[in-house]
């Protein structure tokens, strides 16, 4: 079969196109699998502000627990220790309001609890009845 001279290079012009195109598709996918993998790290990194300030929240109420009383005291820990990563305890109303902070260091996220409780008894270990447990917006 003959090819006529007007139809010559067309083949080549195809390929191109396709090739063009291919390229396209692969640059739009690598976009969007960096922007997911931004997006679950900051989620990561906001999860472990949430945990951070609940081990301060466990903290405080082993510390309760333990004493029957941590009034109007404010402390701050490193957790893990040797990291970055903190929690920030306060607890006032006589050991009845506790208020943590998670700060995760990596990607500047912070998260808040907060929890009002009861202590039950009258020696160690002493109850405790948590009567509110809620997460404050920053």
């Known amino acids: ?3 006529q001279r007007r139809q010559q290079g067309f083949i080549l ?3 191109l196109f396709t090739a063009l195109f291919m390229a396209a598709v692969g640059v739009g996918f690598s976009l969007l699998n960096a922007l997911d993998l931004k997006i679950n790290t900051q989620r990561i ?3 472990q502000a949430y945990y951070l300030a609940e081990a301060g929240m466990a903290d405080a109420l082993d510390t309760i627990r333990d ?8 402390w701050t820990s490193k957790f893990p220790s ?3 990563n903190e929690y920030n305890v306060t607890v006032s109303n006589n050991g009845t309001l ?3 902070t998670g700060t995760q260091n990596a990607g ?3 998260r808040r609890l907060e929890s009002e ?11 405790i009845r948590i009567r509110t447990w809620k997460e404050i917006d920053p």
Do not use: E, N
């Open 67 to 74: 004493k029957g009383t941590a009034a109007d005291k404010t």
């Open 1 to 3: 079969m003959r090819i």
């Open 82 to 84: 040797g990291t970055q």
């Open 108 to 110: 500047g996220f912070s």
């Open 45 to 47: 990194a906001a999860l």
């Open 117 to 127: 409780v009861t202590i039950l008894g009258t020696s160690k270990p002493f109850g």
């Open 98 to 100: 506790i208020r943590c």
């Open 13 to 15: 012009m195809a390929t």
